[in-house]
């Protein structure tokens, strides 16, 4: 918040204590959200607790928050100093590569201070967040806990990502992938011995969805969540890392042997992550949530972020390197690439991602290539092309020589990297996050975070943080197209895991397939629902760097998809929510300069929607929908061009697992 703004709105209350032989009382103090609908109260004193209403009904019943330290310090007890509140109102907040081009940032904020700490709390039209504050002026210690609970007055609902692997101990669940399926329980019915990790939604009174996640999430572990059997979710960490191996995936993961007692190193003033309950009258508007982006720590105004370029990629490893038509084997080779950047090139796709081979495999070394790669010729060919490449690496091999890495390939004409397989969240890791975002923005290259946890904010530091995994996303239909229920879960995750922000989910299957028939096939893969289900994920789902995961030869063999996929924006200037229910359908409106797409997904049920699309105006609208037998032969779609009804009333229809988009411009 700008000074001059916080010294204008700035009401400081000083609070006066009883004596010391005396415990003192709690104090109650409220906050509430700009246009009042939604009212905090925090008790302070002994301990430090918060609620919060909306509409004057209780959608969280008073919830302990507090952090130990190693030094007998409890930041959340002990005699309130002073309060502070204030108000922003900041408007028009500029994005880098953003589903937006500006966001509003307007809130109403409470500061507790006590001794040697601060908690803030702030209040928006459609959240509640607090995060404590070290206020002392030197010294460093040790987090050894931190208390958070969540305590929902009645047995709701909730769609969980619990942690897939590991399930034994919370410690082997620390190390996991963040992908994910839900499980939709009530809060009660949790199991004890598993954690889930954010972002969470649970289903309140009167269709009322409450948002559970994190942001501002620097030098600091992750927070995943636990339940008892009980309407309380308490938030757990992974400790700091003791010692570390070398092994895991192609030997480029660090597994964590042994723990220290406490979750974090920390110096004195510093701040750590904002928890947020965000609270949403009508769930479509959990598509479009910015809380996570809107609280993080701004990126430097003083930096020049205009060479971050959002794009497509035309992905290699989905598809298994498989070409159809060609007279050289392909493979992890120059030919193939120069293939992929002939394909590009041909349709405006910005870039070539080279995944995991191009590097000696088991050396965690990326300066040692495989001698089928040329690296050097096959950026000078991408350049001819207009088209730049980006590289995958494993998180140890990056981590072995961050700043080296970055220099030598930005140097080379190499534009980013797919940093993969970190698997953790601990403060350790959190560190080599903002160390590599920092150095790659050094050297003006981006980066893709995959085996990764979901956005917590840096992106917004580091706009050249151009996604994050932490979804299971259309990879998984490699090895368990019959297991998984891809379809339901592209209907939950606009909802749950977006609601946090950019996902790397990589679609764009050309060999698609109705419900049953799909089957795992590493080198000829698959998606289940229909063709213009995977068109639509374009518009549905985030991300500013956006693959086509099928292979060349699928795209050219279906030239009217590929073209439009091809031209699809991956930044946005305005996105609206149209409709939707979390598991059942979903349907999102994004603009880019004069030009709307809008997107659909429905799960395995056929269903018939009215799109409200009056906001648009008019405009011609090419429209990509299931063909007639889409419910037999999930390929099958219908293109039509028509003008836009004047009353902005479009009426579709969705085969089971089907979609349906449209390009409207004006």
Not at 609 to 614: E, K, Q
């Amino acid at each position: 918040m700008k000074k001059s703004l916080r010294i204008l709105f700035c009401v400081v209350f000083s609070v006066f204590s009883l004596p010391l032989m005396v415990v003192a009382a709690p104090k109650t103090y409220s906050l509430s959200s700009p246009d009042g609908r939604i009212k905090a109260e925090i008790k302070a004193g002994d301990k430090v607790s918060y609620s919060v209403k909306f509409d004057a009904k209780v959608i969280l019943a008073p919830s302990e928050i507090a952090m130990v330290l190693d030094n007998g310090v409890v930041f959340g007890e002990g005699k309130v100093k002073k309060t502070y509140s204030w108000k922003n109102a900041d408007k028009a907040i500029p994005t880098v590569a953003y589903k937006k081009a500006a966001v509003d940032d307007v809130f109403n904020c409470l500061a507790v201070s006590f001794k040697d700490c601060a908690i803030e709390f702030r209040a928006y039209d459609n959240a509640v967040a607090y995060r404590f504050v070290s206020t002392a002026k030197k010294g460093s210690f040790n987090v050894e806990s931190e208390k958070a609970e969540f305590n929902f007055p009645e047995d709701w609902t909730a769609w969980v990502p619990y942690v897939r692997d590991g399930q034994d101990s919370f410690e082997k669940q620390f190390k996991n992938s963040f992908e994910n399926y839900y499980e939709r329980i009530n809060l009660s019915a949790w199991n004890p011995t598993r954690l889930a990790f954010l972002p969470l939604v649970v289903d309140a009174f009167d269709g009322v969805k409450v948002l559970i996640t994190e942001t501002d999430l620097r030098d600091y572990p992750g927070l995943y969540l636990n339940g008892k059997g009980s309407t309380v979710l308490k938030g757990v960490n992974a400790p700091y890392p003791k010692d570390i191996e070398l092994g895991g995936h192609n030997m480029l993961q660090g597994i964590v042997k042994s723990r220290e007692n406490y979750i974090a190193k920390a110096e004195a003033g510093r701040s750590f992550p904002w928890r947020i309950v965000g609270i949403f009258e009508d769930e479509k508007d959990l598509t479009n949530c910015d809380l996570v982006w809107q609280m993080a720590k701004p990126a430097d105004k003083n930096v020049d972020w205009s060479w971050v370029r959002p794009g497509k990629v035309a992905w290699d490893w989905w598809n298994d390197w498989n070409l159809t038509g060609v007279d050289f084997k392909s493979g992890v080779n120059n030919e193939t690439y120069k293939y992929y950047i002939d394909f590009a090139s041909k349709h405006g796709i910005e870039y070539v991602i080279l995944d995991e081979g191009w590097a000696v495999n088991k050396k965690t070394d990326l300066f040692q290539i495989v001698p089928e790669i040329n690296l050097e010729e096959l950026v000078s060919y991408a350049k001819s092309k207009n088209v730049d490449l980006i590289l995958w690496a494993g998180y140890k091999a990056v981590d072995k020589d961050i700043e080296g890495v970055f220099k030598h390939y930005s140097a080379m004409g190499i534009k980013g990297f797919k940093v993969d397989f970190m698997d953790r969240d601990d403060q350790m890791v959190m560190q080599f996050y903002e160390k590599v975002a920092s150095t790659a923005a050094k050297y003006h290259m981006l980066v893709d975070f995959h085996g990764a946890f979901k956005p917590s904010g840096l992106e917004r530091t580091y706009p050249n943080i151009i996604n994050y995994e932490g979804v299971a996303g259309l990879e998984q239909m490699k090895w368990g197209a019959g297991e998984y229920d891809q379809v339901t879960y592209d209907v939950i995750i606009p909802f749950v895991r977006m609601a946090a922000g950019r996902m790397d989910y990589t679609q764009g299957a050309m060999v698609n397939c109705t419900k049953g028939m799909a089957y795992p096939n590493n080198s000829s893969p698959m998606s289940q629902g229909t063709r213009c289900r995977q068109l639509a994920e374009y518009a549905i789902f985030e991300a500013p760097l956006t693959m086509l995961c099928d292979s060349p030869s699928n795209y050219m063999a279906e030239p009217e998809c590929t073209d439009f996929i091809a031209a699809f924006p991956t930044s946005w200037d305005e996105t609206v929510p149209v409709c939707g229910e979390i598991g059942e359908y979903v349907a999102i409106a994004r603009r880019k300069g004069n030009d709307w797409y809008v997107g659909a997904l429905t799960n395995w049920d056929a269903r018939d929607l009215v799109l409200d699309l009056g906001f648009i105006g008019s405009g011609k609208m090419t429209v990509f929908q299931d063909g007639v037998n889409a419910h037999r032969a999930a390929r099958d779609y219908k293109k039509t061009t028509m003008e836009l009804p004047i009353d902005g009333k479009v009426q579709i229809h969705m085969a089971p697992g089907g979609g349906w988009v449209a390009k409207i411009s004006r």
